[in-house]
């Protein structure tokens, strides 16, 4: 990053950043990788025993030319979609940038998806490659949901048995050392509208819908890096979200790419003594997570270690609950900021980090609208603002909003309609909120009921129609529960075809259901059994209607933000 331009007027800066990031020659793999010191870090990758092996821009280069001329004698050229089934690795790291320097389109996949769901996902985005890791590549095999002969072929990281089971899979080994032979030395320059990813987000009704990100985005990315999370040079960074998701893969390696920051990405799962560990050990200055992660933190009996550098924490993925912060101050020694963003956009509304934006943190409220958008609330039925205070759809006004890159979902002219009124001048966040007198917005619930567990966005109609597959189910529905941990559960109404078989071993037999056939970390946590599911007249399911059933049956005292 550039010193001198940080000391822009912030405006300027947004004007900037969409002028470098929409340039008709951008190449993704040039502003990612190749314009920044080879002798940089780019990530120190640290391993389940806390072993760290530190990533050049210098080696990413490298060796994302090697694999991306591997990719190529598979095939894959400009605009083609290769997916990603993996966790975070370094080879996941250069896989990423040899799509990119091709430039093709990757397509993230959540490593706890099911195998129907990564079916759907690699169908709906006619993707030519998978590269996951040997431990997901049984999901990829012919059976119910994957067709016999799929138009995929499969690169399998770290393991030779994995490939060899299947006749089309070779290992990420193999490739790269091919492509080693005759690196791809010119990295493709697409300009800023060419798209370079395809990612899925789920709502409350239907399939999931593909959100295509055009290059250009990335400046929308670079400025939230910037002013919300507050990086600097001298920061050690690390995002701690999936890249699976949205925020883990805009945020957690792409907008860290944009700036050149020294990052940090962890290869196992999410234990708090291990987070600590290696806030300390890598001596993080700037870190970013779910509110659960937090909130584990907070709930563990573990205490914060000596030698904590932290001098900016950020949360993102749900409503920040005021607790976290009584704890954070004295624990971690810093205030955590809360952020608001979606897939379609990336982060729109936060507590900001940078200098030249901070304000005092409000209690609840998610912050300010950042430089290059224009939020407002309008009322709900009519597309005019509100009074300050009033409760309405929070939105953003496109004719003010530089940073704005989303038009609409891939093939689906009906749910993009949905997002946007005024004849086009405003995006619907499809959120209410509020906001006060000092501009600071603060979250009231979602107009639709798409569930945000841990920091993962689930829509329910996946869930729901997962479980009412099963062979002893009528009909069900699901909805969120509060949860100390992780924000929000799921839970599961059920009416069964055979209601004597109600009872604990069929509550267990549909989380497996659900586990097995969607992902693991959506599974209902309770399952109720009902005679029959609250509607409407046309048939269509009440889920407030049990919400508010749920809210009232004693078991838990109140329904909490994003939940009415």
């Known amino acids: 990053m550039d010193i001198k331009t940080t000391l822009l007027d912030p405006r300027l800066r947004v004007t900037e950043l969409v002028s470098q990031y929409s340039d008709p020659s951008a190449s993704v793999a040039w502003l990612l990788c190749d314009r920044h010191n080879p002798q940089s870090v780019a990530y120190e990758v640290v391993d389940a025993t806390l072993e760290a092996k530190r990533l050049t821009y210098g080696e990413l280069k490298r060796q994302s030319e090697a694999f991306a001329a591997g990719l190529a004698s598979l095939g894959i050229g400009k605009g083609d979609r290769v997916a990603t089934l993996a966790g975070k690795s370094q080879e996941f790291l250069i896989a990423l940038m040899a799509i990119w320097r091709l430039g093709a389109v990757h397509v993230p996949l959540f490593t706890a998806f099911a195998q129907a769901a990564i079916a759907l996902r690699l169908a709906g985005s006619h993707a030519k490659v998978v590269i996951c890791d040997s431990a997901q590549a049984a999901k990829l095999a012919p059976g119910e949901d994957t067709p016999e002969n799929p138009s995929w072929r499969v690169v399998v990281i770290g393991g030779e048995q994995a490939a060899s089971a299947d006749p089309l899979a ?6 790269l ?9 010119a990295a493709a320059s697409l300009g ?33 890096v910037e002013f919300g999370i507050g990086v600097r040079d001298d920061d050690v960074y690390w995002c701690a979200a999936d890249p699976g998701w ?59 270690p000596p030698g904590l550098a932290l001098r900016c924490a950020s949360s993102a993925g749900e409503p920040l609950t005021p607790d976290v912060n009584e704890w954070a101050v004295g624990a971690l020694g810093v205030e955590v900021f809360d952020h608001y963003g979606q897939t379609e956009a990336g982060m729109l509304i936060n507590n900001h980090h940078d200098p030249r934006l901070a304000r005092p943190v409000k209690a609840g409220s998610m912050g300010v609208a950042m430089p290059g958008w224009k939020a407002v609330v309008l009322d709900r039925d009519n597309d005019v603002e509100v009074g300050v205070g009033e409760v309405g759809r929070v939105a953003f006004e496109l004719t003010e909003s530089p940073l704005a ?24 966040s499809g959120d209410l909120g509020r906001v006060d007198e000092d501009g600071y ?14 920091g993962y966005r689930i829509g329910p109609f996946e869930v729901e129609s997962v479980i009412a597959a099963h062979p002893d189910v009528a009909e069900c529905a699901v909805i969120a529960v509060p949860d100390k941990v992780r924000g929000e559960v799921i839970e599961a109404y059920v009416v069964l075809r055979r209601p004597e078989k109600a009872g604990p071993e069929m509550e267990h037999d549909i989380q497996q259901w659900v586990k097995t056939r969607y992902a693991a970390h959506a599974y209902p946590r309770q399952v109720h059994f009902s005679a029959e599911l609250p509607k409407t007249p046309s048939g269509k399911i009440q889920r407030f209607v049990l919400r508010e059933q749920r809210k009232k049956d004693g078991s838990i005292a109140s329904i909490g933000a994003g939940t009415n």
């Not at 070779?170 to 490739?175: C, G, I, K, P, Q």
């Open 441 to 454: 917005f603060f979250f009231s619930s979602r107009e639709d009921d798409v569930i945000i567990m841990a």
């Open 405 to 428: 890159w989303f038009k609409g979902y891939e093939d689906d002219s009906a749910k993009s309609a949905e997002r946007f009124a005024g004849d086009g001048r405003w995006y619907l």
């Open 246 to 304: 949205g925020y883990g893969l805009y945020f957690g390696v792409i907008g860290s790419l944009c700036t050149g920051v020294h990052s940090v990405l962890l290869k196992a799962g999410f234990e708090p003594l291990t987070t600590y560990r290696v806030l300390v050990d890598r001596k993080v200055t700037n870190f970013a997570a779910a509110p659960t992660v937090y909130r584990s933190l907070l709930c563990s009996e573990i205490e914060p």
């Open 192 to 224: 800023g509208d060419a798209p370079f990813i395809h990612i899925f987000t789920s709502g409350t009704t239907g399939r999931p819908k593909a959100v295509v990100v055009p290059i250009r985005a990335l400046a929308t990315f670079h400025s939230y």
């Open 177 to 185: 050392k091919g492509g080693a032979q005759q690196p791809v030395s």
């Open 170 to 175: 070779v290992t990420f080994e193999s490739v």
